[in-house]
């Protein structure tokens, strides 16, 4: 896409020039998020037989991939409060990566579930800080929104192709090398994120109730 063409994109969705980049980042993270976990649910079969465990186990794994999921949405906004937007972004970015490379190593059914927790908790506080940057960068943000939304999908249609490529020339090992090639993608991500501008800063949502401040995570309509 020429640059003319970004321009025209960043311009029909409000977003100002010094943030179209930070934008940029959004998408790109949330397109690899998509094809992280859209691929789990594919590669169950061939990972049941890598690991010589039962139809039981390999639910239970993807369970646990639920289970990060929800755990990391839940902190995704105690999180920044304590390590930053950045910080935390990158780490638990870091280590849904990690979780994929987990899965392809072959260990043990214990560090297979592991795996799948920490893709899980990669994928929940991803979910959240995309959406927060979008809402924050755009002007209109329901297309915006809706473009995420859409290049997450597009993220979940290409990993199962890409499944399919790699068991035409490599069936035995195929489920690993997809694997492989989407912690490839990945990899620039990390890069992005570090250096992008996402505040460091340790703060949090507060409201205030007369003369006091009650922090968020207290407040009961945040957990609601």
Same mark, same amino acid.
Not at 118 to 124: I, V
Not at 146 to 170: D, E, K, Q, T, W
Not at 187 to 192: E, R, T
């Given at each position: ?152 999908? !597009? ?16 069936? !035995? ?20 994120? !570090? ?30």
């Amino acid at each position: 896409m020429s640059q003319k063409k970004i321009s025209k994109f960043m311009n029909y969705l409000g977003v100002m020039p010094e943030n179209a980049g930070l934008l940029s980042i959004a998408y790109y993270t949330f397109l690899t998020s998509g094809m992280a976990n859209t691929v789990l649910g594919a590669i169950l079969p061939d990972v049941r037989e890598a690991y010589n465990i039962s139809y039981v186990m390999s639910g239970t794994a993807y369970a646990c991939h639920q289970a990060g999921n929800m755990v990391a949405a839940l902190a995704a906004g105690y999180l920044p409060y304590l390590l930053g937007r950045k910080k935390s972004t990158t780490l638990l970015y870091l280590v849904m990566i990690f979780g994929l490379l987990l899965i392809t190593m072959k260990v043990s059914p214990a560090v297979l579930l592991l795996g799948f927790v920490f893709t899980g908790l990669g994928r929940g506080m991803l979910s959240n800080i995309t959406n927060v940057i979008v809402a924050e960068t755009t002007e209109k943000k329901t297309a915006g929104l809706n473009i995420l939304h859409a290049i997450y999908a !597009s993220g979940a249609l290409i990993s199962p192709l890409l499944l399919i490529v790699f068991s035409v020339f490599l069936p !035995s090992s195929c489920w690993q090398i997809t694997l492989w090639f989407i912690v490839l993608c990945m990899i620039p991500a990390v890069y992005l994120l !570090s250096n992008s501008k996402l505040s460091n800063e340790k703060t949090g949502r507060a409201k205030k109730t007369g003369n006091q401040t009650v922090p968020f995570y207290k407040s009961a309509s945040y957990w609601l």
